[in-house]
């Protein structure tokens, strides 16, 4: 990893725990400089200082990227601080409970669609002019729920397969430019969110985690979930040199869970 991004500037929208906190430490381990950008700023203030701890730069930002202005502040704030931006990872996403479509008020579904497919085009548009005097690289986070359709997460697989066309139109659009854009579209990532949901669903069973954890894990090749960490490195892939051929294809990191 060393050296792979090396004084690159990266920013991460969604810097909060999990694959958003794993791919700025990642970057910064790679000789990246990172805008951090979510909601929490005391969750920011605690990967910057990650980052800073590895000898690179770290600038926090709390940003709602769903706001306008906040974005193009975001925006604002990185290139005043760097001078330039290499990357960009739209990794934010909206969380989406559970429930058919045909359930739901139509507000829920524009509420998930604001965060996980308008948000990355409007920080993609305002980083697009930066990234192509760099010759720069986006990744959109998608997940592994636009390779199956469980009937509870239909807003979810909605937005994500959105986010996965995005990334093939902007592809086109920014390719003449020297701009890649990839996804990458991880299966089950062993962090807070998939941890907490395996020690309710061992509550309600009254079974150990590990029987959840190993009953989900035997559908996967690899027998196992994947570390945030793992998830991370094929974003660092995808923004370095190493896939300068690379663009408008969707990377999945899933550990065979599904074979695409």
Known sequence: MNGLLR????????????????????????????????????????????????GRRALAVPTDIT????????????????????ALVNNAAAPTPPADLMSLEADSVTAGLAVDVVAPLRLTQLFADRLAERGGSVVMVASSVIRESPRSLGVYKMAKTALTTLTQALSSELGPRGVRVNTIAP????????????????????????????ETAAGIDRRRLQEPEEVADAIVFLLSDLARAVTGHCLDVNGGQYHN
């Open 187 to 214: 299966g089950l990532i062993w962090a807070d969110a998939v941890k907490t949901h395996f020690a309710h669903a061992a509550r309600e069973r009254g079974v150990p985690v590990q029987r959840v954890y190993d």
């Open 7 to 54: 004084d690159k500037v990266v920013v991460v929208s969604g810097a909060g725990p999990g694959l958003g906190r794993a791919t700025a430490v990642r970057c910064a381990a790679a000789g990246a400089d990172v805008v951090l950008a979510a909601r929490d700023a005391g969750r920011l203030a605690a990967i910057a200082a990650e980052v800073e701890a590895l």
């Open 67 to 86: 706001d306008a202005a906040a974005a193009e502040a975001l925006a604002g704030r990185a290139v005043d601080a760097f001078g330039h931006v290499d």
